[in-house]
């Protein structure tokens, strides 16, 4: 039996939580249990409004948190990703709008994927599965946003860099990836250690391959 997926949105568009709740209700692989209007009310919502096996215990996170972008009461979109993502939580961002900056600083962030609120059900499961996979959820507006990323956060590698850096935080080892790429494990190393010293000089270091596997994720590097 394939396993569940639990949901939980945090908007404060009415309309939109009731079209979400028949939405998710007509797709048996996922289960939405909790809506709150802010994330401070989703994490310390009481019992009585969290269904579906949240327990006197606490909060107990959902595999997705689909999270508008700009909320009314004024939260830092990024403020929010982060105390999800303490949580435990995988973060899908909705919006009205596909706004470039907000889009790069809301995946720098942490967020997993960012979608227009006028995308259909399907494409919304799709991100939502991709998520819960452990994969991120890609769509035009990221890619686009990731494309046209000209920050000086984000550092311009050349072909060969971002292929030894994709398969190795893909998991191959050094060797394997030098192997693939048809150059010696020297080489190899040495155009990883140009990425390292790329990402420190943007400010944003990456020790370990999990820190590198992070930033080809926050960089849609993976993309194409």
Not at 93 to 110: H, L, N
Not at 112 to 128: F, M, N, S
Not at 154 to 176: F, H, N, V
Request: charged content about 25%; some cysteine.
């Amino acid at each position: 039996m394939a396993r569940v997926i639990t949901v939980s949105v945090v908007d404060d568009d009415r309309m939109l939580l009731d079209g979400l709740r028949t939405w998710l209700a007509g797709v048996p692989e996922l289960r939405l249990v909790a809506t709150a209007a802010t994330v401070g009310e989703l994490l310390g919502a009481p019992e009585a409004q969290l269904p579906y096996g949240f327990g006197r215990a606490g909060y107990a996170p959902p595999d997705i948190v689909l999270l508008d972008l700009v909320l009314r009461d004024g939260s830092a979109p990024t403020d929010n990703i982060r105390r999800l993502l303490r949580t435990g939580s995988r973060v899908l961002m909705i919006s009205t709008v596909p706004d470039r900056s907000r889009i790069i600083e809301a995946v720098r962030a942490g967020a997993d994927g960012y979608l227009t609120k006028d995308h259909d059900l399907p494409t919304l499961v799709a991100a939502i599965k991709d998520l819960a996979s452990g994969r991120g959820a890609l769509s035009t507006e990221l890619a686009f946003a990731c494309a046209h990323d000209d920050s000086p956060a984000r550092p311009r590698l050349s072909p060969r860099e971002r292929q030894i850096l994709l398969d190795y935080a893909s998991g191959l080892t050094l060797k394997s990836a030098a192997r693939r790429a048809g150059i010696t494990v020297h080489t190899a190393k040495d155009y990883l250690d140009r990425v390292k010293a790329k990402y420190q000089q943007a400010g944003r270091p990456t020790h370990t391959k999990l820190d590198l596997a992070r930033r080809v994720r926050e960089d849609s590097l993976d993309a194409g």
